[in-house]
């Protein structure tokens, strides 16, 4: 084997460090990743989040759509304003909802992000 | 009605949807690029062809068809089918996507990890897309008939022709284009028309009577009945009559009919004098049976029936096999939600368009409510209230824009069914069994269509949305909110709400009750099945807690946390397989 220095010279590697290792530990973002209890305690609150406000946006649904159908057979002589709000208005209230929730959901997530990656 | 336009205009749609998909077809190289787009469709392109796709010769035809008979409680149809997107959005459409499932048999085995649950999501799968696309070969059946007097089948056959050759050939990719540019085709061919439309009747002094119930003929009409059909008159009708009525022959004599039901046999002419009130009327042909509303009038129509429509369509969205599968092709979860607020904003537009038909059919073309071609109203209404080249031209534009609603429908439906048909019923994956499957997803329904014939398009549609409501909308959203889901209980749920959902629509087109509340009760089962199949889902899934599948802690992590967040996970399962 041939003894020269420049062969033996070997490049050691290894994953990149970023901070103390110590101090990455109680990051919750690793609590995640390793699945730890207080991983899932983390899951489970952002999930609880996000569920309340697939809720929310439900109930404004079922309370704007609901109570149409009994209005419209309580006056059978109106039938323009069954026309009007069926065949035109609730199509924007829908998309402002959409719209709504689309937001509160990101923000959720964006905070959530915020407090795992502890900055 | 003239098809000297109309005909090159469907020829011209469909040899389009050839070449914006061969286009496709260049781009579409590798298997994922086949499948899902390799994932990287903006939310822009991906809610046009999302919109592109589901919006149906139900949406584009049936719609205004239901309008012109049944009045303005028919406009929920379209409510639900934007509202369910919402639903969708609220609960299912950023997990989905990031579950990173394609087809529903997907998400069934990665949340339960269960293959028997997942060979029944398949079945189900199978099961809606096969109901979803028998109404849509028949429309395009009728198109042509109505456009060219073509036998029944030709356009069914047409249509599944060009869409099992695009799908077979491009796959996803090419899908997406040609989605996308169906969307503003339909959009188009609706809105510009309905804008000549409008001006024509406010040229006619912008009479408003279309808003009043029941429709009413504004001038002397005759009209031929084609099938034999019941008219149930709740109050007494003055009419001349050739044929015969009620058993009896009559050669243009004037008839006063009393209220109550009155039978006109085929081939009699009617002539109603201006300003009679449009009767109801039951046709006596096989399709009655197929149809719950078609024929009933409003009174007959339990408020039950309205809730019962409401609850299919906002839940059953969910559950659409062509719907889920585009989630897949956005990119991230984030985009996966933009991408549903642009779709609804997109198909929120386009159903605006159909109530004009519906009500200026009720003042120009009530008596297609005799004739049983409610569903040509969209059709035919340029001839009739411009007439002239320019009709026949607008008149093209929307049976091209028919067309364009048949194989955008169509094509996503047959992609989808195709999809499971090759990962769980053919052996092996692969492009060329994907074709295979293409040609299988394809052939059953259109032997239906020939087989069955005379389905009201948007019935059958709202059939298949009960359905998927009472099977799909349990397991998505109980399996991506719930952790004490198990595989027993998602198949138990699946089996029983979407079983007797299946049922019951199966006894309604059999025709078995007669009116009343167990009619309804089959005929709009969304009501009962929903509730049921949720409750049967939880309930097994509590009685059997040691099922729960070892990862689910993991598995919702997946499906909840951004994607910022999980990348490292990812990078590690890509490194590690």
């Known amino acids: 084997m041939p003894q020269d220095p420049a062969e033996r010279r070997v490049t050691v590697t290894g994953p990149p460090r970023r901070g103390p290792r110590p101090r990455a530990y109680y990051r919750p973002r690793t609590e995640i990743d390793e699945q730890t209890t207080l991983g899932h305690t983390y899951v489970r609150s952002l999930m609880r989040t996000q569920l309340r406000a697939a809720l929310t946006g439900f109930a404004v649904l079922a309370l704007l759509i609901g109570p149409l159908p009994l209005l419209f057979a309580a006056l059978p002589g109106a039938r323009r304003l069954e026309w009007a709000v069926l065949g035109f208005a609730l199509y924007a209230p829908l998309v402002v909802l959409a719209r709504w929730y689309v937001r509160r959901a990101e923000r959720n997530e964006r905070d959530f992000v915020r407090l795992v990656e502890d900055r | ?577």
């Not at chain 2, 969307?183 to 009043?212: E, N």
């Not at chain 2, 019941?230 to 209220?259: N, Q, Y």
């Open chain 2, 1 to 577: 009605m003239n098809s000297s336009y109309a005909v090159p205009a469907v020829a011209l749609v469909v040899v389009a949807t050839v070449l914006v998909g061969a286009f496709g077809l260049r781009v579409s190289r590798t298997t994922s690029d086949f499948y899902v787009a390799s994932r990287t469709v903006g939310p822009r392109l991906n809610a046009a062809a999302i919109s592109g796709e589901y919006l149906s010769a139900a949406s584009f035809l049936g719609i205004a068809g239901l309008v012109l008979v049944q009045g303005p409680d028919m406009l929920w149809y379209p409510v639900g089918y934007t509202a369910g997107y919402l639903v969708l959005l609220l609960f299912v459409a950023a997990p989905l996507r990031r579950s990173g499932a394609y087809t529903l048999p997907d998400f069934a085995e990665a949340r339960l990890a269960s293959q028997a649950v997942r060979r029944l999501a398949g079945a189900f799968v199978v099961g809606v897309g096969w109901l979803y696309l028998l109404p849509q070969l028949q429309g395009a059946g009728l198109t042509l008939t109505v456009l060219t007097d073509a036998p029944d089948w030709l356009g069914g056959v047409i249509v599944a022709a060009v869409v099992t050759a695009t799908v077979a050939a491009g796959g996803m990719r090419s899908i997406t284009f040609v989605q996308a540019f169906q969307y503003w085709l339909k959009l188009t061919a609706l809105l510009v028309p309905a804008l000549f439309l409008i001006l024509a009747w406010q040229a006619d002094g912008a009479p408003s009577r279309a808003f009043d119930e029941p429709a009413a003929f504004r001038e002397q009409r005759t009209v031929r009945v084609e099938d034999g059909l019941t008219l149930r008159l709740d109050r007494p009708l003055t009419v001349e009559a050739h044929g015969t009525v009620d058993g009896r022959r009559h050669a243009g004599t004037r008839l006063h009919l009393p209220a109550g039901p009155h039978r006109i046999a085929a081939g009699t002419r009617l002539t109603f004098a201006a300003g009679t009130s449009v009767p109801a009327a039951t046709a006596h042909g096989a399709d009655d049976a197929l149809s719950p509303s078609r024929a009933e009038s409003r009174t007959e129509r339990p408020l039950y029936a309205t809730y019962g429509l409401i609850v299919a369509t906002f839940l059953g969205t969910m559950g659409l096999p062509h719907v889920v599968v585009r989630f897949y092709t956005s990119p991230h979860g984030v985009a996966a939600r933009r991408t549903t607020v642009a779709v609804l904003a997109l198909i929120g537009a386009f159903y605006l368009l159909p109530p004009v038909y519906g009500a200026l059919g009720r003042l120009y073309a009530p008596e297609l409510t005799l004739t049983g071609d409610a569903d040509a109203a969209v059709l035919l209404l340029p001839g009739r209230m411009i007439g002239g080249v320019g009709g026949d031209l607008l008149g093209a534009l929307v049976a091209g824009g028919a067309f364009a609603a048949f194989l955008s429908t169509v094509s996503g439906l047959t992609m989808a069914v195709a999809g499971v048909l090759t990962q769980d019923v053919l052996p092996t994956r692969g492009v060329r069994h994907f074709r295979l499957g293409t040609v299988l997803a394809m052939a059953v329904p259109l032997a239906a269509s020939v087989l069955v014939g005379g389905l009201p398009v948007a019935d059958a549609v709202g059939l298949a949305f009960a359905v998927s409501a009472s099977s799909f909308c349990p397991l998505l959203v109980l399996g991506i909110w719930w952790r004490r889901l198990t595989p027993p209980g998602a198949a138990a749920g699946m089996l029983v709400g979407g079983g007797s959902a299946l049922l019951a629509v199966a006894a309604t087109m059999a025709g078995s009750p007669g009116p009343g509340a167990p009619h309804a009760l089959l005929a709009w089962p969304a009501l009962w099945s929903v509730p049921l199949g949720f409750l049967t889902m939880v309930l097994v899934s509590l009685a059997t807690p040691g099922r729960v599948p070892a990862g689910t802690a993991a598995i919702l992590a997946r499906f909840h946390l951004p994607e910022e967040l999980h990348t490292q996970d990812l990078s590690r399962e890509a490194a590690a397989s």
